[in-house]
Every structure is written in C-alpha cells, then in structure tokens.
C-alpha cells in the first residue's frame, strides 16, 4: 500500500462486519491514548515517583498472570463477540465510577483497586480480540494486510486520543479525561453489539478430550512441546510489549525533567510514537515485501534498542520526535509480524490459550524487567534509557541468532510440526 488512499480502499472492500470491528477498536482507542497520559501524569504528580506508575504496571501484569489460566480456554469455548462486548461495558462502568472518587482522600486507593479490576478485564479483552479478527478473515493470505489496517486504526483512535488529552486535563482535569475513556467503551460496546455474524463454537478437541481447565492446558504444552519453535516465538514476542512499557514509564519523568514539564510536550512525544506506529501499519505489506520474514523477525528490535540509547544522548525536541517516531514505526512492524505468523500457525481451537500464553509470558518478563528500569529511572532518566537500550537490543541480539540458527529451518517464526 503507497498511500493513506490505497488503505481506504482496501477498507473499503473489507467485508462490513470487520469494518464494524475495527470501528469499535478506533473508539475505544481514543479513550485508551486519554487514559494511558492522564493516568501516569495523575500518579506522578501525586506520588512523584516513576516507580509508582511502573507499579501500576506490574500489578497489571500479575492479575494478568493470575486470569489467563482461566481466561485463555473459556475464550476458546464461548461466543468472542458477547465477551467483547462483557469487557467494553465492564470497563466503562469502572471508570466512570473511577472519575467519582479522584478527589477524595483515599483516591491512590480506588484508583490501584480500581485498576485491578480493569486489568483483570484487560487480560480476557487481549485474548477476545486475537483470536476474533482472524475468525472474520476468510481469506488468510490477507491476514497480514488486515493486521495492519487494525494497527492503523488502533494506533489513529490513540492519536485522536493522545491530541485532545492536553486540553482535556486543562479544561477538566483527570477527572474529564477518564469520564471521556468510559465513554469510548460504552460506543465500542454499543458497536461490537450491531455486528451481525453467526459464530458456531467448532469442537475443541481439549473439551472432547478432557473436562477441566487444567486439561485443556496440558493439550496446549503438547503442542508447545511438538512445535519446537513455538515457545522461543512466544519470548521473543514480548518484546514489543516491553518497548511500550518502557516507553510508557519514561515518558513522563523525561518530559518534567528535560522539557520543562509541558503537558503539551507529553502528548507530542507520545502522538509521534503513534504516527509511527500508524504509517508502518499502511505500508507494512510494501515493507515486508522488501524485507521479508528472515530480516523482520530480527532487525526491528535491534533499531529499537538504539533507539532508546540515541533518545539518552540527544535532548533536542526535534530530533526525540523523529527518534520516537521512529521507535513508533519499528514497534508496530515487528508486532505486526510476531502476531501475524503467531495467528498463522496456530490453530483456532487453540488461538485463545496460546493468546493466554503469551500473555503469561509477558507477565512474567514484565514482574523482572520493570523494576529494574523504574529503579533505574528513579536514579536518573539517563540511567532508564540506557537499561531499556540493553534490553531490547538483547532481544534483537536473541532475535537474529535464532533466525540464522540451522535447528528452526527457514525461520523460528513459522510452524515447525
């Protein structure tokens, strides 16, 4: 795709039930790129520590942890549709009950139980939507193209989401802002619900074969055990995920500490990342071409990682909003390419456990690594750049030994049964 015109066209040409989808995704992303800002600038400037908002990370991850176990099989056993439509209703409710207590005195309070629960919907909401939009795909060859259409759209509604939410925290506060993200929910519900399609649960083989959740598990170990690559895939994966933590976290104590405190500065950091993120997903198919999957499954995660180390060395506005920008582009790509070969090569009976099962993954990592850069953070914004430079660019390093390595074939990202 050449142009933001070739997208719409083939938008256009998408069947309307996936339109619809990805229409109730750009929603609830406008209110996502509100909260993900007014959030972590609310619990810096309440506790004045980056470790509290990396705290709010963690505990989303080990709730995380704790439901996908549970989450990943009854996914795979239910109508993804009725659940989307659960977690979109739930969370809005959440945080419009949220935007009541923020200023009372127990608000730090409310606001991590508060989280909780979102995360707890979070985690079953991932798993829904990896395993729904390839359903709706007839066609799998064009997968990858829909993939990124949905990261265009994803990334737009966090754009739209990131330019208003400055005027928002000046004209209402926090409290306006996270009323606006109940909102988005309650649309994309309403949205998700006009879809009109007919979903037949296909036989499980795990649920004819056995009859507990620690079952169905077991049959996803088996597979992970007959399909050699598939665990490193699932690694090395979360490593996008890491980024945008990272990312995350240092977001805002850079902006207090080398831009002067400007809120405005905060939503042009993060917006940049976004537009990044957007136009890899318009031009992806034309990228991949060129590239294809032996270079994709390493080379985005090695400019990342210096990527990190050339935002510690340059302090110059322009070029950090070129740097993040780029940042944008390299994560969106490679997580375009390690979901879609993941959704490729695994089964749909099976999408919504393995879904958990990176998810668990991602938990995991996250509960080790965050610490460590928030600590780092806290000690100094250089010291936070330089600890997330080593570590995606050890994932890049992992990345390109795995993908020359005789053992996996081809390339460690595609099926080895």
Known sequence: MKSIKDVAGVFISIPRKIQMLLLAIFVTNIGNGIQAIAMSKWLYDYTGSALAYGGVILLDYVLSFLVQFISGALIDKSNPKKVYIFCDIIR???FITLSLFLDSSSALIIVSVSVAIVSLINSIYRTCYFKLLPMLVEDSSKLLMINGISSTVIQGGLLLGIAIVAPLLIIGGTKLAIIIN?????????LMWLIKFEYIIEPVKSIKKFNSILSDWYQVFLHIKADSSL???LIVST???MVVNFFNILLVPMVKTWYHNDSYYISLFDGSFTIGAVIIGIIISKIYGKLGLRSSSWLSLVVQGIIFFLLFINKITYI?????????MTNGYSGLIFQTTLQQRVSHDMKGRIASFKHLLISVISLILIPIVSKCLDLSISLGLICSAIIIGLYGTIACFLNYSNKFGDNYLENQV
């Open 92 to 94: 809005g409710g959440i």
């Open 182 to 190: 109940a909102i988005s929910f309650f649309v994309s519900a309403l």
């Open 231 to 233: 665990l490193l895939h």
């Open 239 to 241: 490593a996008n995920v």
């Open 320 to 328: 950090s909003i070129a740097l993040i920008a780029l940042l944008g």
